[in-house]
T-cell receptor, first 112, second 112 residues
Framework: EPEVTQTPSHQVTQMGQEVILRCVPI?????FYWYRQILGQKVEFLVS????????KSEIFDDQFSVERPDGSNFTLKIRSTKLEDSAMYFC??????????FGSGTRLTVV | QKEVEQDPGPLSVPEGAIVSLNCTYS??????FMWYRQYSRKGPELLMY????GNKEDGRFTAQVDKSSKYISLFIRDSQPSDSATYLC????????????FGKGTTLSVSS
């Protein structure tokens, strides 16, 4: 069964450093998403991406965040200057036009 | 008022029991409703996807949507220990590219 692949599974970074989280969505999907889940809290929407541009973003997705699809297979989330409160599980998801979204296993980001 | 409310549990049942999981929501624009299963430190796994009101059955799982009451349910028949996980409801107002809004999740434990 097709799956969304995320790397790395765990990333530790120092406060103020830039991190890039990587995702390989399902190949025939057109819509791509990033979500995050702070420990013990809800899964929260960050951004959706379609046709090489952001289609929707949440209040969380401020200027410190950016997304990119650098080639035909990868989808990345960059956090420019990490803060302690950015520590969370980050999930990439992809979907077609009329179905639910398929999530990856996540990257656990720890900012120290 | 929170957009999506879900009783966090925990909910403990014996093997073979029928489980009922529920969510309420406040945004009448929600049209698409999903149930995800999440194991510890893993990504959400799509179980059920429904559009508008009505019932949908898939094996031991039945999803119900009552838009007039802004209430959705997931029923699990003949529950198994492998069903032990956190169950997340999620919903959105539009089709592809729209943000999924999640409930906090209900933790279910099925004992053998």
């Amino acid at each position: 069964e097709p799956e969304v692949t995320q790397t790395p599974s765990h990333q530790v970074t120092q406060m103020g450093q830039e991190v890039i989280l990587r995702c390989v969505p399902i190949s025939n999907h057109l819509y791509f998403y990033w979500y995050r889940q702070i420990l013990g809290q809800k899964v929260e929407f960050l951004v959706s991406f379609y046709n090489n541009e952001i289609s929707e973003k949440s209040e969380i997705f401020d200027d410190q965040f950016s997304v990119e699809r650098p080639d035909g297979s990868n989808f990345t989330l960059k956090i420019r200057s990490t803060k302690l409160e950015d520590s969370a599980m980050y999930f990439c998801a992809s979907g077609g036009r009329e179905d639910g979204y398929t999530f990856g296993s996540g990257t656990r980001l720890t900012v120290v | 008022q929170k957009e999506v409310e879900q009783d966090p549990g925990p909910l403990s049942v014996p093997e073979g029991a029928i489980v009922s999981l529920n969510c309420t929501y406040s945004n009448s624009a929600f049209q698409y409703f999903m149930w995800y299963r999440q194991y510890s430190r893993k990504g959400p796994e799509l179980l059920m996807y429904t559009y508008s009101s009505g019932n949908k059955e898939d094996g031991r799982f039945t999803a119900q949507v009552d838009k007039s009451s802004k209430y959705i349910s997931l029923f699990i028949r003949d529950s198994q220990p492998s069903d032990s996980a956190t169950y997340l409801c999620a919903m959105k107002s539009g089709q592809a590219g729209t943000a999924l809004i999640f409930g906090k999740g209900t933790t279910l434990s099925v004992s053998s």
